[in-house]
Each structure stands twice: as C-alpha cells, then as structure tokens.
C-alpha cells in the first residue's frame, strides 16, 4: 500500500508541473494516456502482492498440517504433565494401551461446580464351579460415582470422588472414594494429601471406565483391596535433569496407612517407591513398584507381620495390536476388605504370594475390539490355593462417552475380593460424562 501511494503522488506532482509548463491540450492528452498506463501497472503490482501474501499462508499451512500429520503416524509421547491430544484413531489406540497419564495430577483444569460422572451396569450368568456362593447373578449396578476435580488455585489442586453403589449393597462406609489436596511445587513435582489409589503398578491405578475387562486382575483385589488408601505422596517426572535417557521417567513416592485400608489398627506407615519410563519407539512403558510395610496378625499368632510386595509391569502397543502384562509377589496378606479385622482363613505368618496377567487386544476398527487374558495368583490366603483364569471377549463403543462388553471366563476356582468376578459370562455397559 505504501508503494501504491508513492507511486500516485509522484504521477499527481508530475502532472500539475507538466500542465502549468505546457498548457496544450497536446500535452494534457498525453499525461492522462500515461497516468492510465501507470495506474493499471499499480493494479498489476497490487494483485502480484496479494497473490504472493496467500501463497505464504498457504506454504505456511501445508507446513503446519504436515508437522501435525507426522506427529500423529508416529503416536507422539506425552509431555512432561502426561498430557496429549491426539486425534488419530490409531494413536487413541495406542495411548489407550500404554496410558501415559496415569497417575497425574490434578492440575491441568479448573475445577467446576458440573461433577463428571460414571455408571457402569452388568448383566452376569453361568457361576463357575463350586462358586454359588461368591456369585453375584443377573442385573447390578457395579460402578455409580460423581467426582469433581480440578485446580482449585494456581498452585493447588484437589479431587472428591462419592460412589453410591456400596450404599445400594448396603455398605455405606465405602461412599467416598477420592478425597484429596494437592500442591504443586513446580512442574516436575506435585505434593498429594489424602485419600487416593496406592501408586503400585499399572491395573492398581486404572480407571474402570477404560479397563477392557470386567475387573482388575485376581492379584489386585488380594494385595490393594479397593485400591485405595490414606496417606501422602510426592510424584512428578524426571525431565528436569535435561538427560534424554531419563526423558518421560516418572516417580511416585508415598506413605500410607496400609492394612487393608480399613482395617488399619497399627501405627505403623506403608511406603511405596514407583517409577515408570515411557519411550517413544517403539510406544512401550515399563514400570518397577515396591511397597515395604507391616500388616497386623490374628491374635494369639506372632512370627514375621511384614507386607513387603514388588510388582513389575509393561504396556506395548505396535499397529493395531496392543500388549500388557504385569507381576507382583510378596507377604500373603493377613486380612480381607472390612471395615473391622476380617482374617485370612489361610493366612500364616511368612506366607508368600504371587500373581500376574498377560492382556491381549487387537483393534478391529475405531469402534470395535477384541481382547484375552490371561491371569493367575498363587497362595490364596482364604483357600490357600492357586487360581488361575483366562478371559476372552469383545467391546464396542457406543458413541463417544460409552461403551458395551461382553466377557467369558474360564476360572478353576473362586477368587475372594472386593471386585470378584465368579461368573463365566459378563456383559458390561458403562458411560462417562
């Protein structure tokens, strides 16, 4: 534009000088064939510059998209808060399986006065053998809960999370679920207080809203009943040190009360140590956890009360195809889910368990998906016998808050826990929103 009005005041000089020397209609005639002749040049040049300037954008863009396109085929790996927005379906695939914000903190939205809110119904028939009765047939509502949870200040965050479904079975003590505060040091490091899931391995910390399978594995419901527990933890990442070897590490370090969750008659603290490296290639994450505790014992018994356990864990995801697996072994424990001391029949001191699954998936489309699994545990505290089960099935979205399974088990004996699933067949419909 600049150009543009030069180029007019110097042709408008021009002319008033040529005009007051000259004065023939010669000359006049002469001047105006030259001004139309440059004002279509300053058309000309006018349209070469608006063409150049979209051109520009459009090299701009084709760059942008390009860039996005890469990230996307390649399924980038999180940022340091565990965050990623990815819009691919394969990529949503593979975080699915690797999960890389597992455990996060609160942080990264506001907390409002709208609750997110979780219903999961299910249909079971066909008990296994000899489980008539640890079986919970036909129609239940196995996860009805509401939580808020969000930044509260620009350094603090907190969760409150109420489930309803105990209340329905009629165990009301277990209505609250998550209730915690948490400050954030920097952005490497969050301090968390309360009530909240133990940072033990990956299906600990899993949400139900996006486990494939009816429940946790067998392990889980024996050695972290509820998941839960009171206490604190200081977590964050390692990407602070700047070394690329350590890049996406992230840690958790917490105390808590430990024995069952409600059945905590000692003083004594549980400490619980996990890391956890995600890589971007091949998309694998691979966790190590360690608990170290004391567990109370049934009257009239002494010998060793320890609740030390270690569990190793792994999520891989490669196409279409998605892997898990996950080990942990230690102390038999002593008691079951209760709110006063419920001892394990089985149970004696020095005892040892172990157990672990292998997860399976294949997804068919953006919608469809099928999955196995494998899973066992060995030294039952109620039994003292080993169970061992294997999973197949399906699930479909349905839209894009819910989602419908259909499960069949093969399972040599019953499990005892606050999750148990003794049933052969499962149909499971939740939603979240």
């Given amino acids: 534009m600049k150009l543009t009005v030069g180029l007019l005041l110097c042709l408008s000089i021009a002319i008033t000088v040529n005009a007051q020397q000259a004065g023939s209609d010669t000359e006049i005639k002469e001047l105006e064939r030259k001004l139309d002749q440059a004002m279509r040049q300053v058309e000309q040049l006018t349209i070469l510059i608006q063409s150049m300037r979209e051109e520009i954008d459009r090299l701009k863009g084709e760059r942008r998209n390009l860039t996005g396109s890469r990230a996307e085929s390649v399924a980038p790996a999180p940022s340091s808060t565990g965050q990623t927005k990815l819009d691919n379906p394969l990529a949503e695939f593979t975080e699915r399986i690797i999960e890389p914000e597992l455990g996060h903190s609160e942080r990264e939205g506001a907390i409002t006065a709208k609750p997110e809110i979780f219903i999961q119904t299910r249909y079971a028939a066909a008990p296994i053998p000899s489980a008539a009765s640890e079986f919970e047939p036909n129609l239940s509502l196995t996860r009805i809960e509401v939580r808020w949870a969000g930044k509260v200040a620009d350094r603090v965050g907190a969760r409150l999370e109420i489930q309803f479904h105990p209340a329905i079975d009629g165990s009301p003590e277990e209505l609250v679920n998550d209730a915690f505060i948490e400050y954030y040091l920097n952005d490497h490091a969050t301090i968390r207080v309360g009530q909240f899931i133990k940072p033990f391995g990956f299906e600990i910390q899993q949400s139900s809203a996006v486990r494939e399978s009816p429940e946790r594995g067998i392990f889980a419901g024996y050695f972290f009943p509820g998941q839960r527990d009171r206490g604190v933890m200081i977590s964050g990442n390692l990407d602070f040190l700047g070394r ?190």
Avoid: C
């Fill in 244 to 433: 690329s070897a350590i890049k996406n590490t992230h840690y958790f370090f917490g105390a808590f009360n430990g024995n069952r969750f409600f059945a905590d008659t000692n003083r004594q603290l549980n400490y619980i140590i996990r890391l956890r490296k995600i890589f971007d290639r091949p998309r694998l994450a691979m966790g190590l956890s360690l608990q170290r505790g004391k567990q109370i014992l049934p009257e009239g018994i002494s010998g060793d009360n320890n609740e030390n356990i270690i569990g190793v864990d792994f999520q891989y995801a490669i196409g279409r195809i998605g892997f898990r697996g996950e080990f942990a072994a230690g102390n038999t424990p002593s008691t079951l889910l209760s709110i006063e001391p419920e001892f394990a029949p089985a149970f004696r001191p020095g005892g040892h368990s172990s157990g672990g699954y292998f997860f399976a998936t294949y997804r068919i489309n953006s919608k469809d998906n099928l999955y196995a699994r494998y899973d066992q545990f060995n030294g039952d505290p109620v039994t003292g016998r080993n169970v061992r089960a294997f999973n197949f099935g399906y699930f479909r979205k349905v839209g894009e808050l819910s989602r419908l399974g259909f499960d069949y088990q093969f399972k040599n004996r019953p499990s005892f826990n606050n999750d148990a699933v003794n049933g052969r067949f499962h149909i499971t419909w939740g939603i979240e929103f």
